[in-house]
């Protein structure tokens, strides 16, 4: 059943009083290939438009380096929350990295009965902060756009990074990022299909507690959610080197194509973090208003990063 109230606010805060119509979604999202600050503030973060950067990382050293191979030997040791995901309902488990990593390498050779047609939910190394934990890892992320953030988040934008490795098939379903932040997304390795709509057009997607939505985009059950017809997603490939940038609220669904290496780094500016914050009404999860409000007083109160951080740090593994 769809929160009605819940939804409309979500449309409320983003400039979307009632339903849209069916073509005012994203039914494409534009691309660019060099692109400065000034642009990218402009353009597209403070515009809430997203963009696909073509090549964006793709100099780095990570593109180049980083394999399953190469993240056993750095951080193998680490134990590290492995997800599965299936029947909306998310199951977490400890592994050790180098397991997982040569899990996923089994998969690329077929040899641990993971297959994107299957039907099987693979276990995906999904949400961890592994640059915050191996600060070397950051090192080949040169050289960083940290100018696209917010002040606070510039001097160890890797702290706040989320990192992401499974085989081919893995899904995350429906949801926007739960605290409603700006998402800057980096491909590393592999190709991972994304299926995007805006916030305004939650309210056609089956919204189930704060963020998920029962809608599956890819095979969408319109006896059960008809609203979805009105719906205009938009279909993004996004490959190794590629940056993807979402804006707050953004629904998305996430299909890996092939085994895949990325992470990410959700952010505030202050019109973000405001808005945000007036849902805190609206059925966000207490948990996550106590990180808005940290990331408030990071943001547009300037408290130091040595007081805010380690009260932010736990959101970076925070299953919700």
Not at 189 to 213: E, N, V
Not at 292 to 307: F, G, Q, R
Request: proline share 8%.
């Amino acid at each position: 059943m769809v929160d009605v109230d819940a939804a409309t606010s979500l449309q409320s805060s983003y400039g979307c009083s009632s339903p849209p119509l069916k073509d005012s979604g994203w039914s494409s999202v534009p691309t660019e290939s060099d692109i400065s600050d000034w642009e990218f503030a402009n353009n597209y973060r403070d515009a809430m438009r997203p963009v696909v950067l073509r090549g964006g990382c793709a100099t780095w050293n990570a593109c180049q380096r980083w394999s399953p191979e190469y993240l056993e030997k750095v951080a193998g040791s680490l134990i590290v929350p492995i997800k599965t995901i299936h029947d909306a309902k998310i199951e977490v488990s400890s592994w050790e990295l180098a397991k997982y990593a040569r899990f996923v390498t089994e998969s690329l050779r077929g040899q641990n009965g993971v297959s994107s047609s299957n039907g099987r939910a693979a276990p995906y190394c999904h949400d961890i902060p592994l640059l915050g934990l191996v600060e070397s890892l950051a090192e080949d992320c040169q050289p960083f756009p940290f100018t696209f953030f917010s002040p606070s988040y510039r001097r160890h934008w890797w702290r706040y990074s989320q990192f992401f490795m499974g085989p081919e098939g893995t899904v995350t379903p429906l949801h926007f990022d739960t605290l409603l932040s700006h998402n800057l997304f980096f491909q590393i390795s592999g190709a991972k299909q994304f299926t995007i709509l805006p916030p305004s057009q939650a309210i056609y997607c089956g919204r189930r507690g704060w963020r998920w939505f029962d809608v599956d985009p890819e095979q969408p059950d319109y006896a059960r959610f008809p609203q979805y017809k009105e719906a205009t997603p938009a279909v993004i490939t996004v490959n190794a080197g590629d940056i993807l940038y979402m804006p707050p609220g953004t629904l998305h669904y996430v299909r890996s194509l092939s085994a895949s290496i990325s992470f990410n780094i959700d952010f505030h500016t202050d019109r973000s973090v405001l808005d945000a914050l007036k849902q805190s009404d609206k059925g966000m999860p207490h948990e996550v208003v106590f990180y808005n409000a940290i990331t408030a007083l990071a943001v547009i109160s300037n408290i130091p990063e040595a007081i805010t951080f380690p009260l932010y740090r736990p959101y970076l593994s925070y299953v919700s």
